[in-house]
């Protein structure tokens, strides 16, 4: 996977891919997952005896040998592992006792994985199953390519359904309804200020002091004199962390949105609320003062080291991620709330094809992935005697760094067995901020914009024109906010916010939003 490690959007998940904890004691997790078998083997036998494998047309061609079913199941990583034929034998020996499936899988690399999925979607090319963010979501749903499975998970997903919150499926719901599996993982955003430790304790900096963008300017001025050195080195998409507290409302624009915590639900343009004006104010401040570096605007690529930056994540990530990536001791700050909304939760899904024969199967199959540990150390580790042991203490300890698809991408993170490297459980710390997220109160919402699809298409250009300049300080906000303003009224800026009011007003009207 192609990770930046230089702004903010990167996620510890991400980085630890390799550092997987389970989030329960390995005997509690065994109970859990002999249940989930159990309940998982008993639907599978009703449905096929039932004979309701139902369908559309296309997706893989048949059914195979014995009544097995056959899927193919389409995602991201670092292309076709090297072992995937003996990886892919085991895993189909496993699962075809249980739910009746052979499976085939296809990884896609990270450079190849727009052209070649937007391919699969729009043409009659066979696959059951593909891994998708937000965007891919909406786009998949506009497009009729994403099956509905509203009416199916709770009869072939009853293990996912008692492991993860009701909360957490309704950030994946358009019009009410589901089309989508999300990966239960750090499914909420926590951000967290990133130090380089050496000058913390050199400068003696109070770091619960300096959450809020505007109290770092007198630090970053000393470092900056003192070490002759950028304290803020970013590349062309700047600060962004400081829109994370806006939900774009599915509109895949950061100058729209909905404040997560604003229970009148106004419709902002959010480069004219005061907050995000300071804090652009700011960043044209330390711009000036040579706080950050002077190419950030055309930067594609940054560098490792940073004596501060934001990053999504949990607090242990600094020791187990952070830190090592940067070849530096850090320690982490909190800044601001741990939020949940549309958008965190559709960071990482995998949606089932409006074409396959055999929804139910899907389903079942990913059922099992997220709730079956044995199955799902096998998608996250690689093979077992190739790729990962089992310790005697019931722990993976990892052979080697070969495993080609992107743990995240396949579900949730809590029923990972624990690394041996691990000394603390880091996925019980998600779990924690998982649960005490502040909830957007435009949680499953999704913005319709057929009505207003070009204007907003052509103010979304707009925005991506001045963004890179504007979010890395080049410009000052004073003069060039009113510009963009200017340009979007012209394309239909008016017509855009007033579509997403009345959508917004009509959702909070008819969900009963008491908060």
Known sequence: MKINIFNREICACALLDTNSLCAKSSAEMEGKMMKWKRIAAVGAAVMMAAGTLAGCGGGTEDVGEGGIVNLKWVTIGNGMPKNYDSWIAKVNEYIEPEIGVNLEMEVI????????????????????????????????????????????????????????????????????????????KDSSISNYAVWDKELVDEYNLDLASLTEIESLTEPFEILKADKNDYPVYVKNDGVSYIFDV?????????????????????????????????????????????????????????????MWRVAQGWESAGVTAWGPQMGKEVVVQKVGDTILSNETVRGSL?????????????????DMVNTDTKLRDMFYYGEEGVNFNYTEDGRVHKINNEWAMAGYTQGTFFTVTLEDTNETNQWDEVRELNEAAVSSVMLGFTFDSTEVSDKLANCREIWLRYRSEVMTGVR??????????????KAGWQEVMDEAQKQVDEFMEQHGKNF
Not at 131 to 147: P, Q, R, S
Not at 360 to 366: G, I, R
């Open 109 to 184: 690399p990270w450079g190849d994985w727009d052209k070649r999925r937007s391919i699969l979607v729009s043409t009659n090319e066979p696959f059951d199953m593909i891994f998708g963010t937000g965007n891919n979501y909406i786009a998949d749903i506009n497009l009729g390519a994403c099956y509905d499975i509203t009416d199916m998970i709770d009869a072939n997903m009853p293990g996912l359904k008692e492991l993860m919150p009701d909360k957490y499926w309704d950030g994946v719901k358009v019009k009410d309804r589901i089309y989508g599996i999300p990966s239960y």
């Open 246 to 306: 806006y939900d774009q409302l599915g509109a895949g624009t950061q100058i729209l949105g909905v404040r997560y915590d604003d229970t009148d639900g106004k419709v902002c343009f959010t480069l004219e609320e005061p907050e995000i004006y300071s804090a652009l104010e700011t960043l044209h401040e330390w711009y000036q003062k040579g706080i950050i570096n002077p190419d950030a605007s055309t930067l594609s690529e940054a560098r490792v080291y940073n």
């Open 350 to 366: 995998n949606m089932i094809s409006i074409n396959t024969k055999h929804p139910e199967k899907c389903l079942q199959l990913l």
């Open 476 to 489: 000052d906000p004073k003069d060039t906010i009113p510009e963009i303003k200017d340009e979007l009224m």
